[in-house]
């Protein structure tokens, strides 16, 4: 068993046992002395360990820890907004109490505890960090402008077809990191000449998965620009943008183009935040924790309404939010089996007026800018 795993383990345990007894109880003591133990060992070996919790197995180095695929304490840290947990050499057996106690209080309240804002030596927790993410108060609205039909609308015959690959390899398990972001260092250079460029839809009939994340990518890369996201930020936005719906590939097809949808068929569907998630940290490598953390948020709302249900709900990730309406603006643009596409008119208004309930207020108002000024 490796250190980082005995670590957990201990981490398990001591949870437990906090949750049990009270502060002091010679159970939740010795609970904690071998917490200590374990992290001594783990650091001997890794200097700064760095844990990540998205309700699958967790993930250390940049592996998944498929041994701990049933660890539920994994599922527990996601929901009370633990995505990432990190030490170093500062960390005391202190350290540890100051962690679990808060741990403790988020897994029994929901909420964390007043003293969070105090930080503890030799560790962090909290959500995954993107570089780059740029200042949302630097968007401005600009001037209404009519209907889009005379945006720039690309032949990009070939990235489709890469698409088309990294969704064939993700229905057999597969994430085809590298179609994909060679896929993305194309799409980056139609962004820099032109503020808002997007695939065709009428020359693609039929397909619009596939159309779907290229626009999708297209349009976040432009608004995460719009905001001073830098080129390594803007590309990494692209890729997670690209890769957001990849667990649909794990449903029937006919479900992805219904207009209707039974309560079990809509269950099935809502599946897919957390599949792609999965796969994406099972299988995406060193550098996916982001766009897993998209594909499991890119579908929470600011009202509550969306999904997955967590008990604890931080405020997604600014990439998820980003995503959440790039993706909402391409998929209303795009003709669907019964209805036609909304004209981009039609779809800045309903991104402005969900603003602060499906959309976040700030993202709405980025995004409707960059639309209108385009």
Request: proline fraction near 6%; aromatic fraction near 6%; hydrophobic fraction near 45%.
């Amino acid at each position: 068993m490796s250190d980082a795993i005995r670590f957990l383990h201990a981490l398990a345990q001591t949870l437990s046992a906090s949750t049990l007894y009270a502060p002091g109880h010679p159970a939740t003591r010795r609970s904690l002395e071998h917490l200590w133990r374990a992290a001594t060992a783990l650091l001997a070996t890794d200097p700064h360990p760095v844990f990540l919790f998205l309700g699958t197995a967790p993930v250390y180095a940049g592996r998944a820890l498929h041994e701990l695929r049933e660890w539920h304490h994994s599922a527990r840290l996601a929901a009370i907004g633990v995505q990432r947990l990190e030490f170093d050499s500062a960390l005391t057996l202190d350290s540890l109490v100051r962690l679990v106690e808060r741990l403790t209080t988020r897994l029994n309240t929901g909420q964390p505890s007043r003293d969070e804002v105090t930080p503890i030596p030799g560790v962090v927790f909290g959500v995954v960090a993107v570089q780059g993410q740029g200042d949302l108060s630097a968007a401005e609205p600009a001037e209404p402008l009519g209907d889009s039909e005379a945006r720039l609308r690309l032949d990009l015959t070939d990235e489709l077809a890469a698409m088309q690959f990294i969704l064939a390899e993700a229905a057999r398990g597969v994430v085809a990191r590298a179609e994909a972001e060679a896929v993305v260092r194309i799409l980056v250079a139609l962004v820099d000449p032109h503020q808002l460029p997007q695939a065709a839809h009428l020359d693609y009939a039929g397909r619009y998965h596939l159309v779907h994340p290229v626009n999708t990518a297209l349009l976040a890369m432009t608004a995460a620009g719009a905001v001073g996201v830098d080129g390594v930020g803007r590309h990494q936005i692209g890729v997670v943008a690209l890769l957001h719906d990849i667990g649909m590939v794990r449903l029937p097809p006919e479900l992805a183009t219904k207009e209707s949808l039974t309560d079990a068929e809509r269950t099935a569907v809502e599946a897919h935040t957390v599949s792609g998630a999965e796969l994406l940290l099972r299988h995406g490598g060193v550098g996916s924790e982001l766009a897993a953390v998209v594909a499991f948020e890119h579908h929470l709302r600011p009202d509550g309404n969306g999904y997955p249900t967590r008990r604890f709900s931080p405020t997604p990730h600014w990439a998820s939010r980003l995503v959440a309406c790039c993706a909402a603006f391409a998929a209303l643009r795009a003709p669907r089996p019964l209805r036609a596409g909304w004209p981009t008119d039609r779809v800045v208004l309903y991104v402005e007026e969900c603003a602060g309930t499906v959309f976040d207020a700030e993202i709405a108002t980025l995004v409707a800018s960059v639309v209108r000024s385009s």
